[in-house]
């Protein structure tokens, strides 16, 4: 029964993921408010200008649209970073309104998966630990292109932990007057 769950889970997740890809054509406190995982690994990792998940010839999987991107500030990269701190957060909470507030053009078919992959935690009583690991932020007029790595950790009430991933993520951020907000979310194949 417990291995039906740890399936269905995992399935699941692995589900999320490729919602997002089927859409494709040091220690630090950055504590969102309301984070009640403590302390977090920084999500950009300054100085470095893309991630690598594998060694593979990895092509970009979101396309800016205006080739003249410019290196995100360090006070952008800071609202970015708070707004995927925020992200990760929601996440773990298995909270689909918090996860609207950083997202709130969050479309139906990502909303759906969501929604099954948190149901699915909440059945089996595991509580999830979503990383990002970001390279630096490229940045076109109000939008910002985030090439990441995706992990997943979770564990059941005996202590057994699973890991998904890493995954590689392509993260549209876009700059309203409140801050940093998704605006969509892809994953790789």
Known sequence: MAFARGFKVLSLCFALIACCAAQKGELTSTAAPGDKAGDRLPIFQRGLQSVQVAATTARPMVQVGDPNFRMSTGEEMDGMELTLVKYEVAFESLSLPQVRQIW??????????????????????????????????????????????????????????????????????????????????????
């Open 104 to 189: 709130p053009a969050l479309d139906r078919q990502h909303e759906a998966a969501f929604k099954k992959v948190f149901a699915a935690f909440r059945e089996a009583s595991w509580k999830p630990r979503l990383g990002l690991e970001c390279a630096i932020p490229k940045v076109t007029a109000e939008t910002a292109n985030v090439d990441c790595r995706e992990t997943l950790i979770y564990g059941n009430s005996k202590g057994k932990s699973k890991d998904v991933g890493p995954a590689r993520v392509a993260i549209l951020l876009r700059k309203q007057s409140s801050g940093w907000v998704v605006g969509d979310m892809k994953g790789s194949e």
